[in-house]
């Protein structure tokens, strides 16, 4: 089983801060926004080696970040691997989609994959909804409530039946059809791989994953892990301020 980290943005709307330095790698509350992903993805069981997708243009910066974390591990059979998508500036990234195809070409075979982006703290426990997934034989994406019809409009929103089968997936929608926003966190089965290729040769809307996500749904079964919880999205200088408040306030509690 493997871990695929989206960390190949360049996080435009968040200058001066993210000017010469990766989104995902701001601190917060002390540690880098990514420390609390690789936290969750280092307790899951089976899953072998983490993928961390970077543009060329911060690829360094990772490369400092991953000999510091790596020595944190003391997990066996655990690994983390770099991939540089070779972008060097925002008007020539790759896309979401398409650097998740890069890792997926480089597996020796096809595997069980769960999808993350690198810049959002995720306030729920993975393992519970990793181990439904790895019992089960289709794919899995989380569905958190959102009431806030402006939230809506900036994220993915959900379609989903009575049985909590996915139908569509709209991004950024001007008009949400739902009160289920999707973070970008995805279980996806082996068939995904293929799935990804054929979307990226069909498809324009290659840049945020939902697009793919909202692909795959209309070809095979998705559902939906439909949590009472939140997650802290690292989308602007406010909400990165937010977040890095909040998790202050939360481990000052906890000491």
């Known amino acids: 089983m493997i871990a695929v980290v989206l960390c190949a943005g360049f996080a435009t709307r968040m200058h001066p801060l993210t000017r010469d330095f990766p989104k995902p790698l701001l601190p917060v509350a002390g540690k880098p926004v990514i420390d609390y ?8 069981p089976e899953l072998q080696t983490v993928h961390i997708v970077a543009n060329g243009r911060f690829f360094s910066h990772f490369e400092d970040w991953h000999r510091n974390y790596i020595q944190k591990i003391h997990r066996k059979n655990f690994s983390i691997e770099l991939c540089n ?16 195809q890069l890792v997926l070409k480089s597996a020796s075979e096809p595997s069980r994959i769960l999808v993350s982006a690198g810049d959002n703290i ?30 809506l409009k900036k994220t993915g929103v959900l379609e989903l039946d009575v049985n ?21 966190l995805y279980f996806l089965q082996a068939s995904a791989r293929s799935r990804l290729d054929e979307f990226i040769e069909s498809s324009e809307n290659i840049d945020a994953p939902g697009y793919f996500i909202d692909y795959l749904c209309q070809k095979e079964d998705v559902y939906a892990f439909k949590l009472n919880s939140s997650r802290l999205d690292i989308g602007s200088v406010e909400s990165y301020q937010n977040a890095d408040r909040l998790m202050r306030a939360e481990l000052g509690r906890t000491k």
């Open 122 to 151: 995720y306030r729920f426990s993975f393992r519970p909804l990793w181990q439904k997934f790895l019992a089960g034989r289709h794919h899995y994406i989380v569905a958190l409530p959102e009431r806030d019809t402006d939230n």
């Open 37 to 44: 992903l690789m936290d969750q993805l280092v307790d899951l």
């Open 164 to 184: 909590g089968r996915v139908m569509r997936q709209h991004e950024k929608p001007e008009q949400p059809q739902s009160t289920w926003s999707c973070p970008p």
């Open 85 to 100: 998508d070779g972008a060097t500036a925002n008007e020539n990234r790759l896309g979401a989609s398409v650097d998740l």
